[in-house]
């Protein structure tokens, strides 16, 4: 069973950044394979889960949402199974919780999602 460990979250002031790590274990075929395309997804509060960024994984192009494009960067680390999210330019829009899962996944009927992480941007 494929598992994903969010981490990095924090309290950020607008303008500021975090880089937002997750773990992914558990794949049969190795994280390295074509067929594991991670995305991040982000919930805020009373709204649904949207996903944000996917990155590939035969060549690590990567798609943002709008409301993160220019702000945000995706990347792997294929040794230590790890997608990463650099956020910069933080603003308290981007308050929520963010998530690690497959790319493009159905966010109502995933079970797989890891605990997330609380990123909170306040001055």
């Known amino acids: 069973q494929v598992r994903h460990l969010e981490s990095g979250g924090g309290l950020v002031q607008p303008g500021g950044s975090l880089r937002l790590s997750c773990a992914v274990s558990?794949?049969?075929?190795?994280?390295?394979?074509?067929?594991?395309?991670t995305g991040w997804f982000r919930q805020a509060p009373g709204k649904a889960r949207e996903q944000i960024s996917c990155?590939?994984?035969?060549?690590?192009?990567?798609y943002y949402s709008d409301s993160v494009k220019g702000r945000f960067t995706i990347s792997r680390d294929l040794a230590n199974n790890t997608v990463y999210l650099q956020m910069n330019s933080l603003k308290s829009e981007d308050t929520a919780v963010y998530y690690c899962a497959p790319c493009g996944v159905n966010v109502d009927a995933y079970h797989s999602w890891g605990p997330g992480t609380q990123v909170t941007v306040s001055s």
């Open positions: 558990g794949l049969a075929s190795g994280f390295a394979s074509d067929y594991y395309h």
């Open positions: 990155i590939s994984s035969k060549d690590n192009s990567a």
